[in-house]
């Protein structure tokens, strides 16, 4: 079966991961600003990384403002590299395969299951809740 490689594009984050391989941090997201006037300075809110001042043909100075926006970015999912995200997968191949041969796959409950028995008890859980109800009218 084929896996949809959505989960392997680059990742924006809100907060701080490692990849899931090698433990490094995910980058910090930068964006860059281009000054329109000669002169003009980057005013933002945003962390400046670095201003690089470039000069144009007349001599001009335009400023190129690279600022952190607070965010961070993993390159390849949840993992830095592709790389790590072969290592990781291969390894795992590998886990499951010598747990299949120790103790048989069969007792570890399917994440699909797990959420199957939470729903299953929630309804449980509302249509007791919900003849109380019923019960205390009458
Ligand atoms: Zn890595």
Known sequence: MMR???QSEEKELNHLVRCY???REAKKQVKTFYA???GEKYRGNLEVKKE???QNN???IYWVTECFTGKYVMKFGNFCSVKCGLIWANNEIE???MNKNTNGSGNAIKQEDKDQ???LRNQIAMNGRARYA???KV
Do not use: A, I
């Open 95 to 97: 886990r499951r395969r």
């Open 21 to 23: 391989n090698c433990q």
């Open 134 to 136: 019923k019960q205390e």
């Open 4 to 6: 949809t490689d959505t």
């Open 36 to 38: 329109t006037r000669p």
């Open 58 to 60: 007349y001599g001009h």
């Open 117 to 119: 028995l939470m729903k």
């Open 52 to 54: 690089t001042p470039r």
